[in-house]
């Protein structure tokens, strides 16, 4: 059964867009293979629980299967499965301030996506395209639709399922790049790239990640413009004095060896289609025409090329340039921008 993505992208308001792929994958119950609740106790997270041991609910700490407990290891419930059940691999793990070791992969892949709904970690056919979209700093989930667990969608800040009883977790072969960015304005900037033609980064990438990866419970200071600023890892946060800003952590995408396997199971009969947001709201494929050097089909091969890079185009004699990491066509000239989107 054919499922299809559908991606949503975070600009500096918040707002969403949608992108649309195809997909395949397997099943889901509500109960872990062992007939035992995979749930956490709320008696116990309240502070007590009557049947103890005896309990069929998890007593862990509810909001580190989340992977999102503010308490991290000074918190007063359990953070390993114990109590009524078998908790096996947390979500927690998958947090993105989250370092622990998962199995590696040894059949060539670079990495595997899975989901559990109870029966077992399956694998998600075609999971390239769930890779490249979570390598892009500015893509926060996907939805996938039509699987047998309904519409299922990735938050892909904790890598967790939004309101489902079903786990994801992303596997690899322990040689991913990982990348940092920072929110400038309205885009994602690389740390060590330059945010402007005259003004770069003093920090690299692949400084603040070991530092990640001694301690990601830590932070990563630096001086800049006569002022310290800290990369707090809990918070994925850059302070300074005056302001705070937004970090984010993403693999660098690696096109996976063995994904023409999968490669007949796609819809290949349709398309992306590339759109602008014109005035009042309204989208417009992009199209071609008397005066404008571009269209739909151009901007999908340059993006398949290269999903962060940009591209220069006319209109009227007038210069643009989409920018795929920030999702925005800009007027050279003007400096006026909009979005666009990938449908």
Not at 154 to 164: A, L, M, P, Q, S
Request: charged letters at 25%; aromatic letters at 10%; hydrophobic letters at 25%.
């Amino acid at each position: 059964m054919a499922s299809a993505y559908s991606s949503f992208d975070e600009d500096s308001n918040g707002s969403d867009y949608e992108l649309s792929f195809s997909d395949q994958h397997s099943s889901e119950s509500d109960v872990s293979s062992q007939g035992q609740n995979t749930e956490p106790c709320k008696y116990y997270n309240k502070g007590h629980c009557k049947n103890g041991r005896a309990c069929s609910y998890l007593h862990i700490c509810k909001y580190f299967v989340k992977g999102n407990c503010r308490y991290g290891s000074k918190c007063r419930l359990n953070h390993s499965g114990v109590g009524g059940g078998s908790f096996g691999k947390s979500q927690a793990q998958n947090h993105p301030t989250s370092c622990k070791k998962v199995p590696k992969l040894t059949d060539g892949r670079c990495y595997q996506w899975q989901l559990d709904g109870g029966n077992g970690w399956k694998d998600i056919e075609n999971d390239h395209i769930l890779e490249a979209q979570y390598s892009l700093p500015h893509t926060k989930s996907i939805k996938i639709y039509n699987t047998p667990y309904g519409a299922v969608s990735i938050d892909f800040k904790r890598i967790t399922v939004y309101g489902k009883k079903v786990k994801v977790r992303r596997l690899d072969d322990g040689n991913t790049v990982w990348v940092w960015y920072c929110i400038l304005g309205r885009k994602w900037v690389k740390y060590g790239e330059k945010s402007s033609p005259t003004k770069s980064s003093p920090v690299q990438s692949s400084d603040i990640e070991k530092k990640f990866q001694s301690n990601p419970s830590s932070s990563f200071s630096f001086d800049i413009g006569g002022q310290t600023l800290e990369i707090r890892f809990r918070d994925m946060c850059q302070v300074g004095q005056r302001r705070k800003r937004k970090v984010i952590r993403r693999p660098l995408f690696r096109q996976q060896q063995r994904q023409s396997v999968s490669l007949p199971q796609l819809n290949l009969g349709s398309k992306p289609k590339w759109e602008f947001e014109g005035d009042g709201g309204r989208w417009h494929i992009f199209k071609s025409r008397a005066g404008v050097s571009i269209d739909s089909d151009e901007i999908e091969k340059k993006y398949q090329k290269n999903p962060k890079d940009r591209m220069n185009f006319k209109v009227q004699g007038q210069d643009y340039q989409l920018d795929f990491g920030a999702m925005i066509q800009t007027n050279l000239k003007t400096k006026k921008t909009r979005k666009i989107r990938r449908v």
